[in-house]
């Protein structure tokens, strides 16, 4: 009986090493395809909120890491990008997090002009919300992410950032207020840090290895 317990004891051990050792390799044999991946699909979140025409160079290759708490919603540095135009500054974009949503943090992508600070475009690039109510923020869902569009923080307590629930100019969602309400507070919150801080954050040297 013990010889038997032992015998099945040893082949559950073998059986559990050759598990993991076919997750690792599996891991190592994905992990270059999951970067290129992640590459491509922040290269085309970074073209559509800074549009195409407004910059000549790699955006994701002229990146700053920049760190505020308050602004960015984490301790985390952030990406900050920057577009050139003929070597002149036209654009800059920003990522940031929504630490409040009602399913915890929303990653958010905030382009804009870096002349008069408007807002470009705006993409959730990672987020946790309920399919159907709070997954609106992503485009893929719902237009309106697009509502920032053509918008400007004139202040930090600029009363228009803010849903209709709240006296603000945005929609909320129909029984999911928390998420839009979130994400109106990041880009705002952002989007004043940059118009503020621009100078500064372009001096900062470019630290991204080329990725966020």
């Known amino acids: 009986m013990i010889e038997t317990i032992r015998k099945h004891g040893g082949i559950l051990a073998i059986a559990a090493l050759l598990s993991t050792a076919l997750v690792a390799v599996t891991n190592a044999l994905t992990e270059d395809t999951i970067k290129e991946q992640q590459q491509i699909q922040l290269s085309k979140a970074l073209n559509q909120v800074i549009p ?96 920032f569009s053509g918008k400007t923080v004139t202040s930090e307590d600029d009363k228009r950032w803010a849903v209709k629930k709240d006296g603000g100019q945005f929609d909320q969602f129909t029984g999911a207020t928390i998420t839009p309400r979130a994400v109106v507070s990041a880009v705002k919150k952002a989007a004043w840090f940059v118009s503020q801080q621009q100078a500064t954050l372009l001096n900062q040297p470019v630290n991204c290895g080329g990725a966020s």
């Open 52 to 147: 195409k025409a407004r910059h000549d160079n790699p955006l994701h290759q002229s990146c700053r890491l920049v760190t505020n708490s308050d602004a960015l919603g984490t301790d985390e540095a952030q990406p900050f990008y920057v577009g050139t135009l003929n070597d002149e500054v036209t654009t800059v974009a920003i990522q940031t997090i929504a630490p409040n949503g009602y399913n915890g943090a929303i990653k958010v992508l905030i382009g804009m002009d870096a002349t008069s600070h408007q807002v470009l475009g705006v993409r959730v690039l990672e987020h946790n919300e309920t399919p159907g109510l709070g997954d609106k923020v992503s485009l893929r869902v719902s237009d309106w992410v697009q509502s």
